[in-house]
């Protein structure tokens, strides 16, 4: 069984409503969405082009568009509309109006057994 790391970011009022803004945790920079719908999204900041910077970018209709060349990207799944592309995403939740990341143990060097 997986075991869950927990990471505080802060508080969700943080990151203004359509927007994102990009955490470093454990040296990943990881882009954090607040949708319009207020619903958190988490993925790898680092677009899979040219390494755009995607908490830079639009988001709408459930997808970020890379500022650099407009990929776009599904903000569930980290799926590209380009073949081949895709983003790493990151389970991610509110918790009394604080934001909680669930980072997988490779990103801590942690080993699972
Ligand atoms: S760097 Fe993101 S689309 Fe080119």
């Known amino acids: 069984m997986r075991t869950p790391y927990l990471v505080n970011l802060g508080k969700v009022g943080d990151i ?3 927007q994102g803004i990009c955490y470093i945790v454990k040296g990943t920079e990881i882009a954090v ?4 719908e207020k619903k958190l999204f988490a993925v790898e900041n680092k677009c899979p082009h ?3 910077p995607l908490s830079e970018g639009v988001i709408g209709s459930g997808k970020v568009i890379c500022p650099l060349h407009g990929h776009k990207f599904d903000l569930t799944t980290g799926q590209g509309t380009e073949k081949g592309e895709c983003v790493r995403t990151f ?3 509110e918790e009394r109006g604080e934001i909680v990341l669930n980072i997988p143990g490779d990103l801590l060097n942690i080993k699972e057994e």
Not at 33 to 36: A, D, G, I, N
């Open 33 to 36: 969405f607040r949708s319009r």
């Open 16 to 18: 203004p409503l359509g």
């Open 91 to 93: 389970e991610i939740w």
């Open 50 to 52: 040219r390494q755009g």
